[in-house]
């Protein structure tokens, strides 16, 4: 670029090019880098009050009905890992997303990007994934697209699937709604997708095969909407993890979060995984989990209906949100101290989902 | 493959294994290969009534109104070409694809699939030509996803669009609606498009720059709607160009069309430009083109209104649908004699959206 380009671009672009003259892989990532690009440069140019309410889609107003939507592309490296593959995991991402608004996921929309060269056999299998996550959802895909792109510009298969719900009556989740006093439940184990990818990638082989948590978690939440009227926040803590979805939802409602080391629930492999390849599990993502924020003296009614479902049997209170300390996570550690659990900034594992 | 798996495999996937091992650019050429693949592998996975109308998009019912829903995904190489680029194309792709389904555009999603690298000020001059189409249009985004691939396992940037509209009263729009005795409209000259993206891709100069006709037809449609129910299909001949789309409604509808040569308008350097390349114009993609079927008495008065719109200035009858040779597409060549013109096999032009 010559200089007066560069000037009439620094004027306008909302990223700083002399700090980021490229994409990184980390603007990808979940983390500081994806927020600056998502608010400064999407936000920012996009702007509406929709947007503005940084859910994990858009509710909308259709006729006299609240219609929840949202979109995710799915470019996870390998696409067939242990628990699950890039087929069922665009599935389940998306109508998860869909719950995320308060709503029950309808209709599914499935693009493909393929790469040249996919075997047929490959494709098969993951349409054949699709279906199935699908079906045990209960959603119908309705709508798709198909583009090839050359040997070596993709990488096997990516997919976008964008849902369209109807949000509950009476069901109004927005990370603004967060209360001081609530409490956070999980629905079970952290980690565990993150790691099983990248156990898969990398070649790894642990004592026990870790398997990828990907679920749809409509049915369970739904059973907590018609029971709760109360649920302020619903989150799926994915790229980025559980750190990230907590940040962003305490600076969001310019909260404190405080977690508690001891209750949150890691396996022992996940653990031992983590240790060795030097990941923290607060920021692994997750792929078949919630954090739902209740307030206290809802939360054993919300326990209880989530821990009857088949993916919430080890659902457990995992934190609080509190008044001091907005904008800032913290975790309370089992011998007795507090640490910050600040955003990720760079790229902890690129390509998770 | 080992023999059991082949037997396995073949057993079950749609597509014969041993014809198509792999996917293949023609695939996603929007020819027979990409109907073959969506016809026997999605749509007999995937199969539901809404899939089985083969509109552009899905037609759902969410309370008492009616909802069209389309996605697709752009890859188009150069991202950058006379006339738009991939952000206003994604704009206008979709806008176009609601349209088709008789609905008035509303909201978008909008994903990015960012190979690692991208120049920040290409992403950002993609962001701001996605605003300035969907404001041009009056659709709002309210929803995304950032993903971004290693360098090397993508092209620049992929964009999913993903849209939702509200059907107009009284309108329905689908090819099985497709009449003996309709006449055929578009609204001006066809093949700009592939001609511009191929043009540049290649670096080839013509006399004059050929630019691609990308647009956003909802204004010119609405008022087409909005003044006559007896529409019965609209469809944009985008990938794979007239003679895809009209096959695909002669095929749906059961019913023959015929063209008539000497009213198909093709611009001079478009027509020198497919010689010179050794392309037809009925092949090409088109951006900013609208099919429209309606009732020969019907005709004058849309036509009227379609070129009171600024991209409708050129609009004209280019044929007819018949009820013999249902399901073929005949053109009436300027010297009098008649050939088919049917779907293509292999791939004219990768990529080209």
Redesign the interface.
């Known amino acids: 670029?010559n200089k007066e380009k560069v000037l009439n671009?620094e004027l306008?672009?909302?990223?700083p090019?002399n700090q980021?003259?490229?994409?990184?892989?980390?603007?990808?990532?979940g983390g500081k880098l994806?927020n600056q690009?998502?608010e400064k440069?999407?936000f920012q140019?996009?702007d509406?009050e929709?947007?503005r309410k940084e859910?994990d889609?858009?509710v909308?107003n259709?006729?006299?009905?609240k219609?929840a939507?949202?979109?995710?592309?799915?470019?996870v490296?390998p696409i067939f890992f242990p628990g699950g593959d890039i087929g069922d995991l665009a599935v389940n991402g998306t109508v998860n997303d869909i719950v995320c608004c308060g709503a029950k996921p309808?209709?599914i929309?499935?693009?493909?990007?393929?790469?040249?060269?996919?075997?047929?056999?490959e494709?098969?299998r993951v349409?054949?994934s699709?279906?199935k996550a699908?079906e045990k959802a209960g959603v119908?895909?309705?709508?798709?697209?198909?583009?090839?792109?050359?040997k070596?510009?993709?990488?096997k298969i990516?997919i976008?699937t964008?849902g369209?719900g109807?949000v509950y009556p009476g069901v109004n989740i927005s990370p603004a709604n967060c209360m001081a006093g609530d409490v956070i439940i999980i629905n079970g184990k952290i980690a565990d997708h993150g790691i099983a990818i990248i156990s898969k990638r990398e070649g790894l082989a642990f004592e026990t095969e870790i398997k990828s948590d990907t679920a749809a978690l409509n049915k369970m939440m739904e059973d907590v909407y018609k029971n709760s009227k109360e649920v302020h926040v619903v989150r799926d803590p994915t790229r980025g993890g559980l750190a990230s979805s907590l940040n962003e939802i305490s600076k969001s409602a310019n909260l404190g979060i405080t977690l508690f080391e001891e209750d949150l629930p890691v396996s022992e492999d996940v653990k031992g995984a983590c240790e060795l390849l030097g990941f923290d599990p607060l920021y692994v993502a997750n792929e078949g989990k919630m954090l739902v924020f209740v307030p206290e003296n809802e939360a054993e009614k919300v326990l209880e209906i989530m821990k009857s479902n088949e993916y919430g049997k080890e659902s457990t209170i995992i934190g609080k949100v509190t008044k001091n300390d907005p904008g800032i996570v913290k975790l309370k550690t089992t011998i007795g101290s507090t640490r910050i659990v600040d955003m990720i900034s760079g790229e902890q594992l690129?390509?998770i989902c």
């Open positions: 670029m671009f306008n672009c909302p990223i090019i980021y003259e490229r994409v990184l892989l980390a603007h990808g990532g994806t690009l998502i440069m999407f140019t996009f509406n929709l947007l859910h889609g858009a909308i259709i006729g006299d009905k219609i939507f949202s979109t995710d592309s799915f470019v490296n309808l209709y929309s499935l693009a493909f990007i393929i790469e040249e060269g996919l075997l047929m056999e494709l098969w349409v054949q699709i279906n699908a119908k895909i309705v709508t798709g697209d198909t583009k090839v792109v050359d070596g510009k993709g990488d990516y976008n964008t369209i109807e690129p390509r």
